[in-house]
Each structure stands twice: as C-alpha cells, then as structure tokens.
C-alpha cells in the first residue's frame, strides 16, 4: 500500500457531499419535518462511504449470523 493510499484510506469520510439544510427541521428545531434519522442511519453512511457492506454477516460463537449494522440506510443527501 503506497502513502497515497492510506491518506486517501483516512480521509475519505471527508469526501462526503455538503448539503445546504439538508433535513429541514420544524421552527424550533426539535423534530424532522421529513423523515427522522438514526445513529444507525449515520453509520450506515459511514461505512458506505468507507466501502464497507453494512449487510455483511459474521458467524457468533454458535454459527448465528449476526449482521455488521442491524438496521439502517445511507443518507442519500450525503453520499
């Protein structure tokens, strides 16, 4: 792996779109107006973004799967 490489590795999360007031909120800025967001929605993002598949399933002690992210989707307005 060439430094190029490990920089790009490190900084890709800052390759994320900038959206301009991307999820309005209501007048007091307590809830969504549109859809709410989760900290697994925020992951879910992250590792898209780091090409990890959030689907990916590993085996426990007993041979369960047990997913990566259980639940979430990718912030489209971000990726």
């Known amino acids: 792996m060439t430094p190029a490489q490990v920089f790009d590795d490190r900084n890709r999360l800052m390759w994320l779109r900038r959206a ?3 999820f309005p ?3 007091y800025g307590e809830t969504p107006k549109d859809r709410p967001l989760w900290p697994s929605d925020v992951l879910a993002t992250m590792y898209r973004v780091l090409g990890i598949d959030p689907t990916l399933e590993f ?4 041979g369960r ?6 639940d979430g ?5 971000l990726v």
Do not use: G, N, Q, Y
């Open 20 to 22: 301009a007031a991307p």
């Open 25 to 27: 909120t209501t007048c």
């Open 59 to 62: 085996p426990d002690h007993a």
């Open 65 to 70: 799967p047990i997913p990566v992210l259980p």
């Open 73 to 77: 989707e990718a912030i489209r307005e």
